[in-house]
C-alpha cells in the first residue's frame, strides 16, 4: 500500500518543525506501508534568504530527504506574508505538490485541515484516491477565524475527507461547531518506550550538570508569548526564591528575556534525548499556554511521570481535568504561582497526580498503538477504494 502523507514540516538536521510526526510515520512504514511524506516550503527569493531565521530555515531544508525507510520531499510553494490569512496557500500548495510528479498513491493522509487538508483534497480528486485529514490545532482554533474562505476550506476538507479525525476531545468539539461533522478524536501521541530504562533523578541530573538540592520547573516548547511565558515571567519576578530553578529548553522571540531573569537557564532547542533526559530530573512541567490543539509535551512528561502543570486552555484541559495536573486559568500569574508553590510544598500529592496522569495516556495517547489504529483505517480505505 502506498501512502502520501501531506503536512507541514518535517524535521532535519537541527530544525526540529514536526518532529512529533516523525516516531509516528516510522511505525506507519514498520507495518509494511509504502511512504512518501510531503511537507511543502515557502520559496525565499535568494536576495532575502540572510534578512531572516525563519527564511534561512526554509532556503536550507534539502528538497529530497531519505529517513530510514521513509522519502521526505519539500517542494517550494509562493507564500506571501501571512499566507493564511490573506493568500490560497492551499492552491500554491497543490501545484507545487502536482509538478513533483509523483506515483499515484493508495490514500493520502493530510495533517492540517487548513490550508494542507485543501491541497491534499485537490489531490485525492486528482488521482481519484480516498484521504484522511488529521487536525492538530491552529487549523481549527486559529485560520478559520482569519476569513470567510478558510471557514468554507475547513468545512469542505471534513466533509469530503474518507475520515476526519481531531488530535484531541476539545478540538472535536470544536471541528464540530465549526463545521456541523461530529468527528471522533485520535491522538498522535507519545512513545513511552522513550521512557521505559529512565536513570533515577540524581543520576540524571549529574548527567545534566544540574543541582541536586533544588526544586526544578522545567519549560519545553515555544519561548513566546501565547505559550504564556509572559506569565511565567511575572512569576519569577516575585518568587525571589533560590531554592528554585526554571529551566526552559526552546527558542523564540522571548527567550532572551526570560534567560535574564534570575535562577533561570534556557539552553535552547535540545534534540529528543536530551528532553527526555530532562523530564526525569525534573520536579515537575510547567506549560502555562494560551491555547492548544493537544500539547504532545503534557503526554510525554505523563510518561515520565513528571507532576504537570498547565491551564484550563483548549488541550491542556483534555489532559489535566480529572485531578490528573493542576490547573490555572489562561493568564492568570497569580494562580500559577499558587500551583508551583503547592507542587513544591507537597510532592507527594503531585506524584498522585502524576500516577493518574501515566494511566490515562497508557489507555489514550501509546503512539505505537495510535499508529497501528491508523495502518488498519488506511487498508480499510485503500480496500474499498480498489
Known amino acids: 500500500m502506498k501512502l502520501l502523507i501531506v503536512t507541514e514540516g518535517y524535521p532535519w538536521g537541527q530544525n526540529v518543525a514536526g518532529i512529533f510526526h516523525r516516531d509516528q510515520f516510522h511505525l506507519i512504514a514498520q507495518a509494511g506501508v509504502d511512504v512518501t511524506v510531503v511537507a511543502p516550503m515557502p520559496w525565499v527569493p535568494p536576495p532575502l534568504v540572510e534578512r531572516n531565521p525563519r527564511w534561512r530555515s526554509y532556503a536550507e531544508a534539502p528538497a529530497s530527504q531519505t529517513d530510514d525507510a521513509l522519502q521526505i520531499r519539500r517542494p517550494r510553494y509562493l507564500a506571501l506574508p501571512r499566507e493564511n490569512a490573506w493568500f490560497i496557500p492551499d492552491i500554491t500548495r497543490y501545484v507545487a505538490i502536482r509538478r513533483l510528479r509523483l506515483p499515484r498513491p493508495d490514500v493520502i493522509q493530510a495533517y492540517f485541515a487548513v490550508p494542507t487538508g485543501g491541497a ?61 461533522q461530529s468527528v471522533p478524536w485520535l491522538s498522535i501521541g507519545a512513545l513511552p518506550s522513550r521512557f521505559a530504562n529512565a536513570p533515577q533523578r ?6 545534566l ?89 503534557l503526554v510525554e512528561a505523563a510518561f515520565a511521570r513528571l507532576p504537570i502543570i498547565t491551564t484550563d486552555a483548549p488541550g491542556c484541559v483534555d489532559l489535566a481535568r480529572d485531578g490528573r495536573a493542576l490547573m490555572t486559568q489562561v493568564g492568570d500569574a497569580p494562580a500559577l504561582a499558587a500551583a508551583i508553590r503547592q507542587t513544591i510544598n507537597h510532592p507527594a500529592a503531585a506524584r498522585e497526580r502524576a500516577g493518574r496522569m501515566l494511566a490515562h495516556v497508557q489507555e489514550h495517547y501509546d503512539l505505537v498503538t495510535n499508529a497501528k489504529r491508523l495502518v488498519g483505517l488506511y487498508r480499510q480505505l485503500a480496500s474499498r477504494a480498489a
Do not use: Q
Request: glycine share 6%; net charge neutral; charged share 25%.
Open 202 to 207: 540524581d543520576e540524571a541530573r549529574a548527567r
Open 209 to 297: 550538570n544540574w543541582p541536586r538540592d533544588r526544586a526544578i520547573a522545567l519549560y519545553v516548547g515555544a519561548i513566546t508569548p501565547t505559550k504564556g511565558i509572559r506569565e511565567l515571567m511575572a512569576v519569577l519576578d516575585v518568587f525571589n526564591d533560590h531554592r528554585f530553578l526554571t529551566v526552559a529548553f526552546g527558542d523564540g522571540p522571548l527567550r532572551t528575556d526570560l534567560a535574564r531573569k534570575p535562577d533561570v537557564i534556557c539552553p535552547g532547542v535540545r534534540p529528543a534525548s536530551d528532553v527526555a533526559l530532562a523530564m526525569t530530573a525534573a520536579d515537575f512541567l510547567v506549560h502555562p499556554s494560551h491555547y492548544e490543539g493537544l500539547p504532545t509535551v
Open 120 to 180: 491534499a483534497r485537490l489531490l485525492a480528486r486528482h488521482w481519484n484516491v480516498p484521504y484522511a485529514i488529521g487536525m492538530l490545532g491552529d487549523d481549527v482554533n486559529v485560520y478559520p477565524f482569519h476569513n470567510t474562505r478558510n471557514r468554507r476550506l475547513l468545512k469542505r476538507v471534513v466533509e469530503d475527507a474518507h475520515f476526519a479525525f481531531a488530535n484531541g476531545p476539545t478540538l472535536a468539539d470544536k471541528v464540530a461547531e465549526l463545521t456541523g
